[in-house]
């Protein structure tokens, strides 16, 4: 059995982020931790905010905090935003950490060590205005190669190509909008990805058959246009220090690495954070997860914007280590989730970010809709009417009201614990059937990492509860023969157990709430509800909860999202008209 190690891109410090980003990477890596978890598999999740740059510094000075106070703050109010997202983390870290600057110290001496990385002079953007070396990405202008106007200097966001500030067109900077710009010499460390080319490419087409399409494409464009050797230190105040026992000079200068040198990097150094964070009589070790680590599955969750360091630039980094570094195996690219067709934007007051979405609707509510609507095959759009479409007909009417419907009638009819009657006939054994059909879905589409497929399937175990109870209609029943009502009414019970288990790498927080309907006074029946997951043959029995079980009615699931819901959200984040 594989031990997997599960890491999702790391959420930039400056700033609460949009449902975009949660559904691009975090959110779907913790939907597949939890199921994997629940299947009994040894599963490490691992993410944390990454800190460096320039952004940071200029964040931290907009907000009157020294840079280390700043980003201390940030990552407090993002995690807990995820904590509020049920986001099952094994350890959210920083890259910020002692633990990642002598992890990223480490691979910076190897890879020199290696003939990797070499000091060269270089020319570079220096504002007159700001007095100051501007990095790449405070350097905007046109992209040469598709004429968007709002390029940076280290990669068009519209074309996904990777720039040099030089290749910008109509440059300025991103700090003071001054176009009084020059070009100065100065030194920096460069990555010899040029040389490594022949095995990044190697590592590829090992692994690239694997991806979906949308990561394996962006990986093999990089590399038919050839791997240039990059820039991996900058001009800046924070970030991690290069080492002065083998850059005396340039430490001296203060240099530091470039975020995209340290930050995959992060990962490592989050899951020495998390080893050195064991609590006292507990061994962890970090290492076995990353170092010659050849029963662990590692899977990447990303957006697609983030593929080419992922899948090309990390990986050269590994190698020319020449240390056997855990390499990915499998990155679960995704497209953009976009907000009417627009993009999310703060300063525009466009879209909604995760922390406004939490005080909106509990977790749940967003969690389902956004991996029901996940941006796997291509981009897809929010929509307030989608949104609404999605809570009222799957989560309010298709779980939410069958739960509430046969407890309710359940309890008016036959009181506080799981009725008896008849022995399962020919409409529980076909419903058996199709529960285990429908499971044995579900499973192979997480397993696969479909998502939308995975909700479909979710959703159709779901639906077959409602048709059963619409077919059987035990308000009915009960008027000839109570049993009969009886035998329904048990049978629905246990598919309420059933989805307490299973909907939980969706709906965690309901998950939860079902399984505190059934309060077993039998040891064996406790034991029984407390399974991790539903096997095939325990889906067919629909047994698990016996007659005599005590059980509570629950408070609405989910409430329905009326009309003047709707409106008063678009009134507050934009709506189509803004597009």
Known sequence: ??????????????????????????????????????????????????????????????AGLPVAAFCAEQHAAQKAVYDGFGLAFDYFGRTSSPQNIEV?????????????????????????????????RYIVGTCPFCGYEAAR????????????????????????GSTDLEVRETKHLFLLQSRLEPEVEAFVERHGNEWPTL??????????????????????????????????????????FYVWFDAPIGYIGATKEWADAAPDGEERDWRSWWYEADDVRYTEFMAKDNVPFHTVMFPATQLGTREPWKQVDYVKALNWLTYYGGKFSTSQNRGVFTDQALELLPADYWRYFLMASAPESDDSAFSWELFASVVNKDLADTLGNFVNRVLSFSRKRFGDAVPAGHAPGDAERALGEEIAGLLAEYERQLEALQFRKA????????????????????????????????????????????????????????????????????????????????????????DAVPAGTPFTVPGVLFAKLTDEDLDAYRERFGGAEEA
């Open 455 to 542: 909700a479909f399937a979710l959703r159709a175990l779901w639906s077959a509860g409602n048709v059963y109870l619409e077919s059987k209609a035990p308000w009915k029943e009960i008027k000839a023969d109570p049993d009969a009502a009886a035998l329904t009414l048990r049978t629905a019970i246990n598919l309420i157990h059933l989805y307490a288990v299973v909907s939980e790498p969706f709906v965690p927080f309901t998950s939860a709430t079902l399984r505190e309907v059934f309060a077993p006074e039998d040891p064996a029946v406790t034991e029984r509800l407390g399974e991790r997951w539903v096997s095939e043959a325990a889906a067919r029995a629909l």
């Open 215 to 256: 990561a394996s494409s962006i990986a093999r464009k990089w590399l038919t246009e050839g791997l240039h050797d990059r820039s991996i230190t900058r001009d800046l105040e924070w970030g991690v220090p290069v080492p002065a026992d083998v850059w005396p000079e340039l430490a001296a200068e203060g240099k530091v």
């Open 153 to 176: 200097g280290d990669q068009c966001e519209n074309c996904t190509r990777v720039l040099d500030p030089t290749d910008l067109l109509e440059a300025r900077s991103a700090v003071s």
């Open 1 to 62: 059995m594989a031990r997997h190690l599960i890491t999702s891109a790391l959420p930039y410090i400056n700033g609460i982020k949009h449902l975009g980003n949660m559904v691009g990477s975090m959110l779907p890596a913790d939907v597949y931790a939890r199921y994997l978890r629940q299947r009994g598999q040894d599963v490490l999740y691992i993410c944390a905010t990454d800190e460096h740059g320039t952004p940071a510094e200029l964040a931290a000075k907009a």
């Open 104 to 136: 990223t110290q480490h691979f910076a001496r190897r890879l020199a060590e290696h003939g990797f990385i070499e000091e060269r002079s270089t020319r570079q953007v220096f504002s007159v205005a700001d007095d100051r070396f501007l990095p790449d």
